[in-house]
């Protein structure tokens, strides 16, 4: 059984940085399609980042482009995202989410294609 651990979330004030961190247990790191999505109350998961174990199909909301980063670490079966410029914005519920994918397909956007799905994290960031 795949599973999916959150940390990082927290409050920081706008302009600060979080770091969030996904690790993965219960399968194999080398064929996922890898994502984080955010959610506010009332609204749709969206997705913010997403990439894939075996390297490439690199996305980015717009909203984020420039100021998060999606990277892993193969060797600690780790996800990770690191926000840095954080706006009142940025508020959300973030999750981790896995898809078993081929690197050739490309990951995909909505979080209905996704299988599996972490906890949850609260990112709070204040004017």
């Known amino acids: 059984q795949v599973q999916l651990v959150e940390s990082g979330g927290g409050s920081v004030q706008a302009g600060g940085s979080l770091r969030l961190s996904c690790a993965v247990s219960?399968?194999?790191?080398?064929?996922?399609?890898m994502a984080w999505f955010r959610q506010v109350p009332g609204k749709e998961r969206q997705r913010v980042a997403s990439?894939?174990?075996?390297?490439?199909?690199?996305y980015y909301a717009d909203s984020v482009k420039g100021r998060f980063t999606i990277y892993q670490d193969k060797a600690k079966n780790t996800l990770y995202l690191e926000m840095n410029s954080l706006k009142p914005d940025d508020n959300a519920t973030y999750y981790c989410?896995?898809?078993?994918?081929?690197?050739?397909?490309?990951?995909?956007?909505?979080?209905?294609?996704?299988?599996?799905w972490g906890q949850g994290t609260q990112v709070t960031v204040s004017s």
């Open positions: 990439t894939h174990t075996g390297g490439g199909s690199l």
């Open positions: 989410a896995a898809e078993v994918r081929s690197m050739y397909s490309g990951c995909r956007p909505l979080a209905s294609h996704f299988t599996y």
């Open positions: 219960g399968y194999s790191f080398s064929s996922f399609c």
